[in-house]
């Protein structure tokens, strides 16, 4: 017997569309499929507060609830780590007068969530300026935090990557990523200025206000633009969990009475995310009925940009780890394609020690052939694969 739990039942149960009547009949495998597929969509807390308003929490399965308990106790211990560690760094980054915009996440939790367990986060993301970058680096260090990822090849972060990605190990280990801009930077084709973004700040909002003084925010339709941007482009349709798509539903409900529709298509327009924004926007409405306007729909259902195809490839999930090469390689300008190839071919020692544990340096040879065999081996089931299609689409 098919099951009835997919992402479709889960998006209603945590937007409150689903009545108790529908769910009182689930099997524990039910249950057990909705824990499971909960905890990897990120909105197991979500389900525990959506039941527990409900008044229909105390009917669940024991084990049911202790399980959406614990996904919103763990997620409101971590988040509560994540908001002391940014509360000390708003601080010492306004003593050296760099300006601090923060970012998905940690953002949404002070401003459009009702409660600070109910959205997980993997990482603390803040935006400074690429000017100032370097002296935030160094001041994070200071407070114990490490740059723990080799470059694959001299200069290639710099290269590719939006952020500098810092860890502080230990007891309470913290990921922060201390963006200088945002999507991606000027070695991928969908790439944007920043200063945009930075002309579309405002201080934080809400309560947060006083507790994060000089913390900045992006405004509601910046948010929407680089949420849907984030989603579509940077990571792809198939790599989204839904509660980025709630995130979206969740903005656009909250700043209702701000939101400057007209504003976003234009921007969106002149940055050529048309196809971005109408991709995230028309899952967030499958998903939880975001009411986005008529006209917005229909305007960016009749627009098209360059980044339209890949927009769409980045949906599917590749048959082999070569085809999930491509999909990067086609995000990526003429000179951080080269590069690129280069780095996956030939990485550097440092990288290869990281990559493969390596504790000595004389099985590094070793491990190049070892990991230029298993590329071809991969880009031999890649073949296969094309080879297959045809037979497989005569049937």
């Not at 915009?101 to 603390?124: Q, W």
């Not at 680096?137 to 290269?159: C, E, F």
């Not at 798509?245 to 400057?260: G, K, N, P, T, V």
Request: aromatic share 12%; charged share 20%.
């Amino acid at each position: 017997m098919t099951s009835r739990i997919d992402n479709h039942t889960l998006s209603q149960l945590i937007s409150g569309q689903v009545s108790a009547k529908d769910y009182v009949s689930f099997s524990p495998t039910d249950w057990t499929l909705l824990l499971q597929l909960a905890k990897h969509e990120g909105v197991g807390p979500l389900l525990y507060w959506r039941f527990s308003k409900s008044g229909k929490f105390s009917s669940l399965p024991d084990d049911v609830r202790d399980s959406l308990r614990a996904m919103y106790i763990g997620t409101w211990i971590y988040n509560q780590r994540i908001f002391k560690e940014l509360e000390i760094l708003t601080r010492v980054f306004s003593q050296a007068d760099i300006p601090v915009v923060v970012l998905k996440g940690a953002c949404f939790m002070l401003t459009i969530y009702p409660d600070i367990g109910l959205r997980p986060m993997g990482d603390l993301d803040i935006l400074v300026p690429k000017t100032r970058l370097a002296e935030a680096v160094q001041i994070a260090k200071t407070l114990g935090y490490q740059d723990m990822l080799p470059d694959a090849s001299p200069g290639l972060r710099d290269l590719l990557n939006h952020e500098i990605c810092l860890q502080r190990t230990g007891k309470n280990p913290i990921t922060l990523e201390l963006h200088h801009s945002l999507v991606a930077d000027k070695s991928f084709i969908y790439a944007v200025p920043v200063d945009w973004f930075w002309s579309q700040t405002e201080l934080i909002g809400g309560s947060s206000r006083k507790k994060f003084k000089n913390l900045l925010m992006l405004s509601p339709v910046a948010q929407i633009l680089f949420s849907a941007a984030h989603t579509m482009l940077q990571h792809g349709g198939r790599n989204t969990p839904l509660r980025w798509y709630y995130d979206l539903d969740q903005l656009i409900h909250f700043y209702a009475d701000r939101m400057e529709w007209d504003l976003l298509l234009s921007q969106a327009q002149e940055f050529e995310w048309n196809s971005a924004l109408d991709a995230a926007l028309s899952q967030s409405c499958a998903c939880f009925s975001t009411p986005i306007p008529e006209y917005v729909r229909a305007c960016l259902s009749e627009r098209s940009d360059r980044h339209q195809k890949l927009v769409a490839l980045l949906k599917l999930k590749p048959a082999t780890h070569t085809l999930e090469e491509r999909q990067k390689f086609l995000s990526l300008n003429g000179y951080g394609r080269f590069r690129f190839v280069a780095a996956l071919l030939a990485p550097s020692p440092a990288y290869m020690r990281w990559r493969y544990q390596l504790k000595t340096s004389w099985m590094l040879p070793v491990y190049y052939f070892i990991r230029w065999g298993g590329i071809l081996k991969d880009a031999f089931h890649t073949l296969l694969h094309f080879l297959k299609r045809p037979l497989t689409n005569r049937h």
